[in-house]
């Protein structure tokens, strides 16, 4: 599985919405689940959501779980995180990265990870 890529962020004001992409290539794209974590300034990264590879199966941070979504288009081999009425605290790196299948939501329990795409809140 080749490394994931994210794309989406940007500058955003509170109550912005903003849909993050991750472009994974591989024809086994549709056996992975894939997760977004993020990294906050100074603070440990932490698990934001996932999808299985069963795209029903999707869970999500406590603090999150009323205003982003996570979807899958496996034609596309990509997975999207929308994100609604953002905070000032949702700024942060956000990473893509895959495991098999399941769920997971450790970072050590993924793979391959992207780079990270940046969102800040410039309220």
């Known amino acids: 599985q080749v490394r994931p890529v994210e794309s989406g962020g940007g500058l955003v004001q509170a109550g912005d919405s903003m849909r993050l992409s991750c472009a994974a290539s591989?024809?086994?794209?549709?056996?992975?689940?894939l997760g977004w974590f993020r990294q906050a300034p100074g603070k440990e990264r932490e698990f934001v959501a996932a999808?299985?590879?069963?795209?029903?199966?999707?869970d999500y941070e406590d603090s999150v779980r009323d205003r982003f979504t996570i979807s899958r288009d496996n034609v596309k081999n990509t997975v999207y995180l929308q994100m609604n009425d953002l905070k000032p605290e949702d700024t942060a790196v956000y990473y893509c990265?895959?495991?098999?299948?399941?769920?997971?939501?450790?970072?050590?329990?993924?793979?391959?990870w992207g780079q990270g795409t940046q969102v800040t809140d410039s309220s």
């Open positions: 990265a895959d495991r098999p299948r399941e769920i997971g939501y450790q970072d050590w329990e993924y793979n391959n």
């Open positions: 591989g024809r086994l794209f549709s056996t992975y689940a």
């Open positions: 999808i299985g590879s069963i795209a029903r199966d999707t």
